[in-house]
Nanobody
Framework: QVQLVESGGGLVQAGGSLRLSCAASGRTFNSYTMGWFRQAPGKEREFVAAIIWSGGSTYYADSVKGRFTFSRDNAKNTVYLQMNSLKPEDTAVYYC?????????????????WGQGTQVTVSS
C-alpha cells in the first residue's frame, strides 16, 4: 500500500521560504510521477509541480516557476518542494501525490495516491 506523508508546512511572512517534504513508502517509485498540488478555500485543487522519479525531470505551474524547486532523494524515498519568495496567494493546503507512469499530467484526477496535506499560510 502506497503511503505519502507530508511535513513542513507552517506560517511565514511574504518573501519568506518553506520546504515541504513528502516521505513515500509501500513500493519502488522509479516508475512513478510525483506531484505537488494545492487547494485554497473555495477553490479547486491546482497543479503546482511534478517530478518524474526516474530521471528527475521537473515541471512547474507558471505561477510558481522560478520560485519553487521540486527535488527528490532516492535513498530516503522522499521528495521536497522548496518554496522561496512566498506570496499571500500561495496560501493553501499542499498535497503530495503519486501516479504510476513517467508522464506528467497536471490534472489531479490522474493521481492515485495522496498525502494528508499540510497547511501553508503566507501573511502579507
Amino acid at each position: 500500500q502506497v503511503q505519502l506523508v507530508e511535513s513542513g508546512g507552517g506560517l511565514v511572512q511574504a518573501g519568506g521560504s518553506l520546504r515541504l517534504s513528502c516521505a513515500a513508502s509501500g513500493r519502488t517509485f522509479n516508475s512513478y510521477t510525483m506531484g505537488w498540488f494545492r487547494q485554497a478555500p473555495g477553490k479547486e485543487r491546482e497543479f503546482v509541480a511534478a517530478i518524474i522519479w526516474s530521471g528527475g525531470s521537473t515541471y512547474y505551474a507558471d505561477s510558481v516557476k522560478g520560485r519553487f524547486t521540486f527535488s527528490r532523494d532516492n535513498a530516503k524515498n522522499t521528495v521536497y518542494l522548496q518554496m522561496n519568495s512566498l506570496k499571500p496567494e500561495d496560501t493553501a493546503v499542499y498535497y503530495c501525490a503519486a501516479r504510476s507512469g513517467g508522464i506528467v499530467l497536471r490534472d489531479y484526477k490522474y493521481y492515485n495516491y495522496w498525502g494528508q496535506g499540510t497547511q501553508v499560510t503566507v501573511s502579507s
